[in-house]
């Protein structure tokens, strides 16, 4: 089946950091990535979809200067939060879909734990 | 506009059957999924109905009526493990394909 792994899956640091956040397709490739966040019993908030070789497109209110995407290959994207501060501590979590869309589930990283201090 | 309704939790017993109804509004309907969520895990894929009828996997199978806007999962022979958070979720083709979420229903099993 397929698998995404996101790391890492803990990060525990202090407030001004810059945090950057992998996800990769192991085993198929994926031209469209979603990046989610998930505060402590909430539901999953997409924050943006991430296009291979194309810019990011956000979703309404996340800020695209703090919360960099880059999408360089069909198997990797990564997530960069700037200058992290403690209400940026949440569940960040991606998903990847396959090339034809038609039928294809996105399948889900573990997620990646974030704490800002 | 684009709403998913479920309801926010829902309790049963250890060996029994429990139903978890979703109710949709989408303009580019492209298919529904049902997605399990450990507490502090990241989601899990269960189904996917893009057809009216039920699909079955095992002990979960899920429905959908696209005339009513309408999907349920059903949980059979239901196990402890099977305490989580279960998300309904739409795709929407006028939306470049993105899953709009449902809330989650978090399942509690009693023994």
């Known amino acids: 089946g397929a698998v995404v792994s996101q790391h890492p899956s803990w990060v525990i640091c202090k407030s001004g950091t810059s945090v950057k956040i992998e996800c990769r397709s192991l085993?198929?490739?994926?031209?469209?990535m979603f990046w989610y966040r998930q505060f402590p019993k909430q539901s999953l908030m997409l924050m943006a979809t991430?296009?291979?070789?194309?810019?990011?497109?956000?979703e309404q209110g996340v800020e695209k200067d703090k919360f960099l995407i880059n999408h360089a290959s069909l198997t990797l994207s990564t997530l960069t939060v700037t200058s992290a501060h403690p209400e940026d501590s949440s569940f960040y979590i991606c998903s990847a879909r396959e090339w034809d869309a038609s039928n294809q589930p996105q399948h889900f990283g573990d997620g990646t734990r974030l704490s800002i201090l | 506009g684009q709403n998913i309704d479920q309801p926010t939790e829902m309790t049963a017993t250890e060996g029994a059957i429990v139903q978890i109804n979703c109710t949709y509004q989408?303009?580019?309907?492209?298919?529904l999924f049902w997605y399990q969520q450990h507490a502090g895990e990241a989601p899990t894929f269960l189904s996917y109905n893009v057809l009216d009828g039920l699909e079955e996997k095992g002990r979960f199978s899920s429905f959908l009526s696209r005339s009513k806007g309408y999907s349920y999962l059903l949980l059979k022979e239901l196990q402890m493990k099977d305490s989580a958070s279960y998300l309904c979720a739409v795709r929407d083709r006028e939306s470049n394909y993105q899953l709009i979420w449902g809330a989650g229903t978090k399942l509690i099993i009693k023994p």
């Open positions: 085993d198929f490739q994926a031209t469209t």
């Open positions: 989408t303009s580019g309907f492209n298919g």
């Open positions: 991430s296009n291979e070789g194309s810019k990011a497109t956000y």
